[in-house]
């Protein structure tokens, strides 16, 4: 099975940006669905972005749409989530998961593998 590491998380001002990139260990993962989650201290994890394998399809909470862009460099085996003009609201972890398209893009239940988590922190 693929791991998953997060990085790119960390403090950003309120209307900053920032960018996560999720890694991944095998090659399985250039055939996979990406998905990125948050969670916030108390609250669900949410659905926040997902893509297709090849890019072709990409989905957003409507929360960070217009905000946020999915992307993935499957040579490199490496997704991103490029956050921009970041409110409050999303100060979370964020998670990201993989899986082979089996429908529910959107949900935590379709996603087999995880990462660990990175923290973004919003301030003022």
């Known amino acids: 099975q693929v791991r998953l590491v997060e990085s790119g998380g960390g403090l950003v001002q309120d209307g900053g940006s920032l960018r996560l990139s999720c890694a991944a260990s095998e090659r399985t993962f250039s055939t996979y669905v990406v998905g990125w989650f948050r969670q916030a201290p108390g609250k669900e994890r949410d659905f926040v972005a997902a893509?297709?394998?090849?890019?072709?399809?990409?989905e957003y909470a409507d929360s960070v749409k217009g905000r946020f862009t999915i992307s993935r460099d499957n040579a490199k085996l490496i997704a991103y989530l490029e956050m921009n003009s970041l409110k409050s609201e999303d100060w979370a972890v964020y998670y990201c998961a993989a899986n082979y398209d089996g429908g529910g893009i959107q949900r935590r239940w379709a996603y087999a593998y995880w990462g660990q988590g990175a923290q973004v922190t919003v301030s003022s």
């Open positions: 893509i297709s394998w090849n890019s072709t399809k990409a």
